[in-house]
């Protein structure tokens, strides 16, 4: 008799939940009301059970190559009338039903958002060889910047990596772009 681990328990319908989120992230509309804000984000819609462990590679991959084709657009998609505005797609490993598009709308912010190194969070940036759209297979036009994330929470350290696609600054960033 085989007994099964609850986190391994098969995603069904894998192919029916990529095609209604592919068709969400379409969905998503930025710049509708940037006055007055220092940013709008966007999360994963209905993307949750892309964290499991056994939802599977191919799946993810196709997730993270949408994500990276819709940060895409907003940048194309820019409107010309705000003083400051970038584009930046978060790819949240392992987690990826955690990934984010943020549309920083202050330059003071932008700046200051890359700055993690705090007694609960810290951002620690990744070598220049790694990289996470070619371990992938993914190929696209965009920056690419990677952190290890160190977050403390209630006690327990939880690690994660965050890599950063778009309108990335190395000036601001430090010298983690590819």
């Known amino acids: 008799m085989r007994s099964f681990c609850s986190d391994r328990k098969k995603v069904r319908g894998q192919r029916h939940k990529l095609r209604k989120l592919l068709r969400d992230i379409d969905g998503l509309t930025p710049f509708e009301s940037e006055s007055n804000r220092l940013y709008e984000h966007f999360h994963v819609p209905s993307g949750t059970w892309l964290n499991s462990p056994s939802t599977a ?74 990289s996470f759209t070619a371990k992938r297979g993914i190929t696209t036009a965009l920056t690419e910047m990677g952190y290890e994330e160190t977050l403390l929470v209630d006690g327990k350290t939880i690690k994660s990596t965050l890599w950063f696609y778009g309108e990335l600054d190395p000036c601001n960033l430090g010298n983690n772009t590819h």
């Open 57 to 130: 590679g191919t799946v993810k991959t196709a997730f993270c190559k949408a994500w990276l084709e819709q940060c895409q657009r907003f940048i194309q998609a820019k409107p010309t009338n705000p003083s400051f505005c970038r584009v930046v797609a978060v790819l949240c490993e392992p987690l990826l039903g955690e990934s984010q598009i943020v549309i920083f709308y202050s330059q003071e912010y932008f700046e200051t958002f890359w700055k993690r190194n705090y007694s609960d969070q810290s951002w620690l940036p990744l070598n220049k060889g790694s």
